[in-house]
């Protein structure tokens, strides 16, 4: 029940193309559901987050879509770039407790020219 | 700029030997966090501290120990009895209602 499912595990998209990573979970206690991007060589770093009061979240090319009933929410990259190819991971908590972080497995994503 | 470092980017361990990876934060967060990172398997929970002087384990705290003396610091010591050392170890630090934020890893691999 802990459990984030984030899937594809690999991604490829033609520049100017569209990024669609999906991640689900089992536990509806949990509140705060962050992506963070993480670049070869260097830590995850915070990217969009939403909350389920919000079904929809962007932040310029980021969208973050949520589907509370279905337990599913996904991240839109819109007009994909190669600078943001990179591993992508999803995650979930109940909020102001963040020592229960869960993690998706991550996605590569691949922006090629 | 306040952030975390970690150190030694790179770390070899040999056979039976205890290697300790440095963790420092200059955000004044009360939280810390170690993780493990391995191909296809995200990122896993190794101890976390919540304040000075106190820490818990994670998923997956064995062979491995941690100490909280300060709050800016928070080493993690991989022991002998981690059989499986190699991978991607990450450091992370949050305050109240913020995000967790990262640094930059320590690479271990076994001589």
């Known amino acids: 029940q802990q459990q984030v499912k984030q899937s594809p595990q690999s991604l490829i998209v033609q520049k100017g193309g569209i990024s669609i990573i999906n991640c689900a979970y089992e536990?509806?206690?949990?509140?705060?559901f962050p992506w963070y991007q993480q670049f070869p060589g260097k830590g995850p770093a915070l990217l969009i987050a939403?909350?389920?009061?919000?079904s929809e979240k962007k932040e310029g090319r980021f969208t973050i879509s949520f589907n509370k009933s279905a337990k599913q929410f996904s991240l839109h990259i819109m007009d994909s770039q190669p600078g943001d190819s990179a591993t992508y991971f999803c995650a979930a908590s109940i909020e102001y407790n963040t020592d229960k972080l869960i993690f998706g497995t991550g996605t590569r994503l691949q922006v090629f020219p | 700029d306040g952030g975390i470092t970690q150190s030694p980017k790179y770390l070899f361990r040999k056979e039976g030997q205890n290697v300790t990876l440095s963790c420092e934060q200059n955000?004044?967060?009360?939280?810390m966090y170690w993780y493990r990172q391995d191909p296809g398997q995200g990122l896993r929970l190794i101890y976390y501290s919540q304040i000075v002087n106190d820490f818990q384990k994670g998923d997956i705290a064995e062979g491995y120990s941690v100490s909280r003396e300060k709050k800016e610091s928070f080493p993690l010591t991989v022991t002998s009895a981690q059989k499986n050392p190699t991978a991607f170890y990450l450091c992370a630090s949050t305050g109240p209602a913020e995000p967790q934020h990262f640094g930059d890893g320590t690479r271990l691999s076994i001589l």
């Open positions: 955000l004044n967060h009360d939280a």
């Open positions: 536990n509806t206690a949990f509140d705060y």
């Open positions: 939403i909350r389920p009061d919000v």
